[in-house]
């Protein structure tokens, strides 16, 4: 063959390969000798190829190519457990397995290679940095990407500052992150508060600066004075032998704190508190069990303790307004507890939303979602 005629054989070959989907090739190269099946796979996914495979908008390939005796797939659909296991194709280092999720899904994983190596996944470019490391991410093709995270020049800015409170019924010292909407200094209005658990780490990852100041300009949401605390014996605090104290504390202390210092409205329905996990569940502790404090509550992917449930149960919350958002591959122990919350406030008539999403127990998730609490918490109203 001519050197031209051979470049243009080339060039078609790779335009056929890549157009074609991935089962049709798996299915083309079954009878092809081992070298051939490899080059074929290796020009596949040369470059242009994106890791998972995605067909059909929810049927998804995940890919390894490496010598190992077994490979497997972990992740926030599996529950973190490597269940779901890779064949290897015959005659090559590559492996792969086949499932199906939601169209608009976004899922955080592993490859666990040879039972005991957790991995990212090398074939994929998208990385989630969380807090216990970072994961490999799938994104389905009818995600929508988180909208307000991102600073905008033209954007005025809030401010934040760190301080230092003593707690006498914590008997330490703790560190707090205040931020103040824009225009805070050259009003004299009163600010609605909303005070968040597991302080400069949510304050970082979920890029809540920014989300405040976007929506804030927008107008999505009244401006608000946030607070972020930072724990340091977190889940005693949150859920354990600490809980009462840190109430204390936070509905004594801090929000005394709070309205001497700062132009706060200081009725029940202008106050907040927001978490995560188990940040989430003295959030609805402290609105359950406090309503003349705190008349709002936000919680994501949240725990939910039996007392927290009987609060709920038995206090008048009539005036209260509850968000709370899960995962579809949420961690598998919360799912009865939020379930069980659910099915009290539908009950009682409490004022609450609810949403489910097909995704896991993640920043990525708690970040995309909570331009919704903000404003199911704080709307603007019509203003």
């Known amino acids: 063959m001519k050197p031209a005629a051979l470049i243009i054989s080339l060039i078609m070959t790779t335009s056929i390969l890549h157009a ?32 998972p495979v995605i067909e059909n908008n929810n049927t998804v390939y995940f890919i390894y190519k490496g010598i190992a005796s077994s490979v497997r797939v972990a992740g926030d659909a599996t529950g973190w457990s490597p269940t779901l ?50 994961n490999s991410e799938l994104v389905m093709p009818q995600y929508i990407p988180p909208y307000y995270i991102y600073e905008r020049d033209v954007v005025p800015w809030g401010t934040y500052s760190d301080t230092v409170i003593y707690s006498k019924y914590l008997k330490e010292n703790r560190q707090l992150r205040i931020y103040l909407p824009p225009r805070y200094e050259v009003t004299d209005a009163l600010y609605p508060v909303i005070i968040f658990h597991d302080g400069f780490e949510l304050f970082d990852r979920m890029a809540v600066r920014n989300v405040l100041d976007n929506m804030t300009f927008e107008r999505k949401i009244k401006p608000v004075i946030a607070v972020f605390v930072q724990p340091v014996h977190r889940d005693q605090e949150y859920s354990g032998k600490l809980q009462k104290k840190y109430t204390k504390f936070i509905t004594e202390e801090l929000v005394r704190f709070l309205d001497k210092n700062y132009r706060t409205a200081k009725e029940p329905g202008y106050r907040a508190t927001a978490g995560i996990s188990n940040g989430g569940n003295i959030s609805l502790w402290l609105a359950a069990s406090r309503p003349d404090v705190f008349g709002k509550a936000g919680a994501q992917s949240s725990n939910v303790e039996k007392n927290v449930l009987r609060a709920f149960s038995k206090n008048n919350l009539t005036g209260s307004r509850i968000y709370l958002d899960f995962g579809k591959y949420d961690l598998p122990v919360l799912a009865p507890k939020i379930q069980s919350l659910k099915q009290i406030l539908e009950q009682r008539s409490i004022p609450h939303v609810y949403n489910e999403y097909p995704e896991g127990h993640n920043w990525g998730a708690w970040q995309k979602h909570l331009p ?9 109203d019509g203003e």
């Open 372 to 380: 919704e609490m903000l404003e199911y918490l704080f709307p603007r």
């Open 85 to 134: 296991e890779m064949q290897k194709i015959a005659g090559t280092d590559y492996w792969f397995a086949i499932t199906k999720y939601e169209a608009d899904a976004r899922l955080e994983y592993k490859i666990v290679v040879d039972e005991t190596n957790w991995k990212l996944d090398p074939m994929n470019e998208r990385v989630a940095h969380g807090g216990m490391g970072d």
């Open 20 to 51: 074609q989907s991935f089962s049709v090739l798996l299915e083309r190269i079954q009878s092809m000798p081992s070298g051939e099946k490899a080059k074929q796979l290796d020009e596949y996914f040369n470059g242009t190829c994106v890791v």
